[in-house]
């Protein structure tokens, strides 16, 4: 199967509406051509930079417009994240992702002491990604000399559904960061997530956004809606495993070299629920040693319980920097 960036929106709805185990079967295969199946790659978030977010992103914790249990905290210092960075490397973590709750990046002290974290946590010899909000050329260009290696920046959902769930910026706004990270070597990981009340077409409308990048984000997280108190998410109603299984499904067939992240809200997946994902086609998730994700109120499985489910399953932590291979290259150790 070759990599496609011109995929039909009713081409996705198809594939998304395939009888549930012939999906599996199919994301699966496509999932052998192009990765290591035996392999997972474990990330560790480290929010370094806590709430007060400008933003209103109707979902997040950080946003400053709702009324949750975060309690916003400063830039964290260097040697705090990087002490975090060598406590997760211990751990298997091949990726330590940093996220700040702020609209965009600003030219200012602050931004260079990232640049800092970034230099000395890739000089551990791991991944580095970033997630600061929008940013521009020149910001991009800054770090990617710093060694970044990938940013995130989620489009979220669909393009007609934003507005109902952000009204502080536009999808060009988010679309405008990727492309200006595209123009340089740091890779793009971007994502949606499931459960904000969207329709099936708004997922595969998103999805379509996503397969339609060129080249397709190197990292597509699925995140499920964490529910947060007091923001005006905070009920919905929990999305089904089988529709979870298959928006992983379908982006692991419209982007197959691209790595699947199960992300958010993975703390309440059984591990036989996780199983189906992983078979479907996810290959990274985030681990975390305290429990949470990005805040207190976003749960995420510890590394101990984590690394229990991989050897119950037979999988093992995929080592940094490790990229897709092309079609019917042979691995060594094919499951
Ligand atoms: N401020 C930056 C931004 O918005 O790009 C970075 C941090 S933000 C917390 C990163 C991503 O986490 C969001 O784009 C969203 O997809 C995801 N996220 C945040 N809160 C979530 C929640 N409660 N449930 C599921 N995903 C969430
Ligand atoms: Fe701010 Fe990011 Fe949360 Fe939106 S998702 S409120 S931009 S931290």
Known sequence: MEIRYDWQETEIKAIYSTP????????????????????????????IKTG?????????????????EVKPQALLDKETVVKIAQQAKKSGVSRVCM????REVRDNSQFEQVLEMVR???????????????????QAQRLEEAGLYAYNHNLDTSQKY??????TRTYE????TIENVRQTSVTVCCGGILGLGE???????????????????ESVPINILSKVKGTPLEDRPDVPIWDVVRAIATARIIMPASDVRLSAGRAKL???????????GANSIFSSDNGHMLTVTTPCPDYDADQQMLNVLGLEMRPPFVRAETPNSSFPEKV
């Open 52 to 68: 007060g977010c400008p933003e209103d992103c109707s979902y997040c914790a950080q946003s400053s417009h709702y009324k949750t």
């Open 120 to 138: 000395e946590v890739t000089a551990l010899g791991l991944e580095v990604c970033c997630t600061l909000g929008m940013l521009t050329k020149a």
């Open 199 to 217: 329709s099936v077409e708004d997922r595969i409308s998103m999805l379509h956004a996503l397969a339609s990048l060129c080249p397709h984000p």
């Open 20 to 47: 549930l185990l012939e999906l599996i079967y199919q994301a699966a295969s496509v999932h052998r051509q192009y990765h290591n199946a035996k392999q997972i790659q474990v990330c560790k978030l480290i929010s």
């Open 99 to 102: 996220g700040a709750a702020w």
């Open 162 to 167: 934003y507005n109902t769930i952000i009204t």
């Open 270 to 280: 059984s591990a036989a629920e996780q199983a189906l994902c992983f078979l479907a």
């Open 173 to 176: 706004d988010r679309l405008r």
